[in-house]
């Protein structure tokens, strides 16, 4: 599975950005998939996950309520509506995708390139 992120950009506190990720390979719904973002100076912080069927999600404790994962597995993309954005949201975000399952510690299989997104304040 290849991945790749788009959608990052600067904008202003309060505001919104939907990153994408876009998938190749026909079995692209047997694979779940999580958004990651890594601020500079941070360990990696896992944002918001969705199975493989979308029938499942979970968010850090950080975005609930703000941000929405969401997938059509008849285009291969997740996609991850942030809204409500506030300067710690900075950092680079990672798209990634793991066999079925969400593994252990963020150690998915496949990695995009990630997309960087900046929230001035």
């Known amino acids: 599975v290849q991945l790749q992120a788009s959608g990052g950009g600067l904008v202003q506190a309060g505001g919104s950005l939907r990153l994408s990720c876009a998938a190749s390979g026909r079995t692209f719904s047997r694979y779940a998939v999580g958004w990651l973002r890594q601020a500079p100076g941070k360990d990696r912080e896992s944002v918001a996950h969705?199975?493989?069927?979308?029938?499942?999600?979970s968010y850090a404790d950080s975005v609930k309520g703000r941000f929405t994962i969401s997938r059509d597995n008849a285009k291969n993309t997740v996609n991850l509506q942030m809204d409500s954005l506030k300067p710690e949201d900075t950092a680079v975000y990672y798209c990634?995708?793991?066999?079925?399952?969400?593994?252990?510690?963020?150690?998915?299989?496949?990695w995009g390139q990630g997309t960087q997104v900046t929230v001035s304040s």
């Open positions: 969705i199975d493989s069927s979308g029938g499942i999600t």
């Open positions: 990634a995708a793991n066999p079925l399952v969400r593994p252990v510690d963020g150690s998915y299989l496949y």
